[in-house]
């Protein structure tokens, strides 16, 4: 039985940017996903027959798959529904243009995923995946990723990261740098589910409709240059976070999160990753309970401590 595991991620800097090559702060999280591959009984009618849980142990998808639906010619059109088993196929053929036969062995088996977190979460459920698969089958999990899902890539570098990373894009080949990035005022700051998920690919494409100059994208490797100093004080961070949000809303034409929804909160909120949607990173001098009360009170649930969300 074969057994793999990746971590979720959470990009801290840079979002859209990235996409650019800016240098990134991103940081793997405690909770990922796993995923299995084993034989099938004998006298299974299928090839490959796929199993997906969520965090609660629930089953959320089910298939079983013929292996002409990735080694036969595609019928998918344009206009075809994006569903799980679409993709998981969309996958595996991406997989086998890139190292023809590496799907061969799959027939026969089950594979069963694992997520650890809420799938709402967008912590990385496809990215896990995409990571897992691409070890799996022995291809590059970057080369994966542009034939299916797209985006700057962090995600599958935090898959595997031990810890904080900086990442810059290029292309399949990527530069990461690992990171002893632990500062102390990360232990008052917290992160909020918004209580809705963001499409990223949608964030994106706003972002690529904007012509970023040089100067902004400078000054916010700047300002990710600038939180790695180990000297740095929780008051000095917030406000290079301030200056982070005002660039990225100027830059998308949208309001901060703090001003749409949280003029009275005690510190200095930070979207991640899409705006609009997943997690907020909240920095804060008032105590953890105080933070908790704040957003419960606004029905705000989901408030996760910096150092039980990060790997």
Not at 179 to 204: C, H, M
Request: charged share 20%; with cysteine.
């Amino acid at each position: 039985m074969t057994h793999l595991r990746a971590n979720g991620k959470l990009l801290l800097t840079a979002e859209y940017f990235v996409l650019d090559g800016v240098p990134a702060l991103a940081v793997p999280t405690r909770a990922g996903q796993r995923m299995t591959a084993s034989p099938t009984k004998p006298e299974a009618e299928h090839d490959l027959y796929w199993r997906a849980y969520d965090a609660a142990g629930e089953g959320w998808f089910s298939h079983a798959f013929d292996r002409h639906e990735w080694s036969g010619p595609s019928h998918q059109t344009k206009e075809q529904k994006e569903d799980t088993a679409t993709r998981i196929v969309q996958i595996l053929r991406a997989a086998e243009t890139l190292r023809p036969g590496c799907t061969s062995h799959i027939n026969g088996l089950e594979v069963t995923t694992y997520l650890e977190f809420d799938q709402a979460w967008g912590l990385g459920s496809s990215s896990t995946l995409i990571a897992m698969v691409a070890d799996w089958l022995e291809v590059n999990p970057y080369a994966l990723l542009e034939k299916t899902f797209g985006g700057s890539g962090y995600d599958l570098a935090c898959a595997v990261a031990a810890g904080p990373i900086l990442y810059e894009r290029n292309g399949i080949t990527p530069k990461v740098t690992e990171l002893d990035w632990n500062p102390a005022w990360t232990s008052q700051t917290y992160f909020v589910y918004r209580n809705q998920k963001q499409n990223s690919r949608e964030g994106i494409r706003a972002y690529r409709e904007q012509t970023v100059s040089s100067s902004v994208k400078e000054e916010i490797s700047g300002i990710t240059t600038a939180l790695l100093s180990p000297t740095l004080h929780l008051r000095a961070a917030a406000q290079l976070l301030h200056r982070h949000e005002a660039i990225v809303a100027q830059t998308l034409g949208l309001p901060t999160v703090q001003d749409e929804l949280f003029t009275d909160f005690p510190g200095q909120l930070k979207s991640l990753g899409a705006w609009g949607g997943d997690f907020i990173w909240a920095l804060s001098e008032e105590s953890e309970e105080k933070v908790r009360r704040y957003f419960n009170e606004r029905g705000y649930e989901t408030v996760i401590s910096y150092n039980n969300m990060v790997l």
